[in-house]
């Protein structure tokens, strides 16, 4: 190919600087991959990722991604090549920062492998980089993955961007990151559809494989590669119902069954995989007409239709976590959500002051652990949820060194068997042995949604009944909080308490700054009881 | 000019009751299922696999 299809041309790039990339647009748009040091780190259509820098709209410029800013640092070569024709668009030396002697840009992780942008702008080893035998592991997760389905009773094969990769190219797209398995299950209802994901990932669990849910359709498998780095196989089932096929997360589209089945095969890095029966349908119906041309920057445009049915039948299942899970792995939450400090009068030092040692504590929302550790030290034996465990990793180890009587568990409060199951855990054990026990909630009303906040009301009156209480401080609206929280008045907590069974025994509010609130921002406190 | 606003107040009710019965599906299907793994141990007061049930559910999630 020599030409992007709708023959865009670039007239030149005018600048490229330590902010980003200064260019004149002239025609239709068109996608260019940035090198550095001759790797493709990322990738940008002229148009579309650009903003106007003058009045004819023809000069455009486009900032490197924030994500990029903490790598850049040192002397590259940078070439701006357009993806489909490959005509060098720019090259040139460029120094970014304040370097040492012959430090070069470095897109390196932690591990020390070579990462670059993927299509959703995260930073990950990217398949381009991979060499063949690391990627064998991968492929015999997705063939074992495919036969545990298969005998679950669904028939996946490559789909997205591994399925264009496989049909286009014979192996993995060069840019793109994780792999993906798709599947149009024999059921026509969202409500089966989600049962039966629900048993397939119960069975690809008793294969061995480590597993996370995204949504009530899909799931992601780790898949492990040859140096130990953890690659994402992702499952997304789909369904036909009324001449439309519906397939998490993206396609919502006028189908035929005889286009999906029976399978035929494709061929990815050299194995046979299975593929629907005519691919090229669903690689139209997943990225349009234009498939055949390369995209390393696609975004999907999902109808507003699509997206809506999606998400109202399958989502909702843990709102605002991969927020909360960036903020945990970028170690954003700062300092002061330490292990074990506390400062002023906490909710956590109200219950020390209340209970009975050995009163069982119920830390809900523990984020990294910081009052669970304060408690536990104290003699209280703490359980520590959170829809994000991994942030209470370091709290764990702490609980293990000193001894302490702390437990790190994950609760999803936007999901009602993450929930009804742990509450049914508890009531086992507190029926072999009664302990008194109280739950510790500080931001987590204020931090999840209205399902949530009723998901904590249901974990309290199945946790709490026969006198068990619950110790809650949420922002009630006045001056600077936190990011994420969402104002919540006295008696809107009150009114959700008392639904779920609820007795309000105290209530208060602190000002900002006021005696017993060194915080920027007011605060309610409650503690409600069970019967 | 009532009736086109008439209209789109309808069409706007009608769209968020659309919404509200698209989401019971995933709850149906949790509890469903919550009540499928759960309900038989629990009724054969097989104490054992009560237990197991309870951690296979959890592990799946």
Known sequence: MTASPRGARIARVTGVDQDGVRLLAVGADAVVDALFDDRRIWSFWVRRDTERADRTGLVRHVAWPAVMRPHLRGTTRIVLREHVSGRVLHDGELTFGDPEPGERVRFVNKRGLDIALDKSGRFSPVFGERTAADLEPLLDTMEQVIDVLARAGVEAFPAYGTLLGAVREGRFLGHDSDADLGYVSRHTTPVDVVRESFRLQRAVVDAGFGTYRYSGAAFRVAAIEGDGSVRGLDVFGGFLDGGRLYLMGEIGTEFEESWIRPLGTCELAGRRFPAPAVPERLLEATYGPSWRVPDPAFKFETSERTRDSLNQWFRGLAVHRQEWERRYGAGQAGQKGQPGTTTGRSLAKEIAAREQPGTRVLDVGAGRGRDAIWLARRGFPVTAYDYVPRALTRAARIAVEEELPFEARSLNLDEWRSLMSEGARLARASDAAPVPTVIHARHLLDATDTFGRSGLGRFAAMTLRGGGRLYAEWWTGRGEPEPGLTALSAEQVVGRLERFGGRITSIEEFEAGARGNARPFSVGRVIASWA | ?61
């Open chain 2, 1 to 61: 000019m009532q009736g086109k606003r008439e209209m789109a107040e309808r069409i706007e009710r009608l769209e968020a009751e659309v919404a509200e019965l698209r989401r019971h599906q995933v709850r149906l299907a949790e509890l469903a299922d919550l009540v499928q793994e759960l309900l038989i141990p629990m009724a054969q007061r097989d104490e054992e696999r009560v237990e197991a049930a309870i951690a296979r559910l959890q592990d799946g999630l």
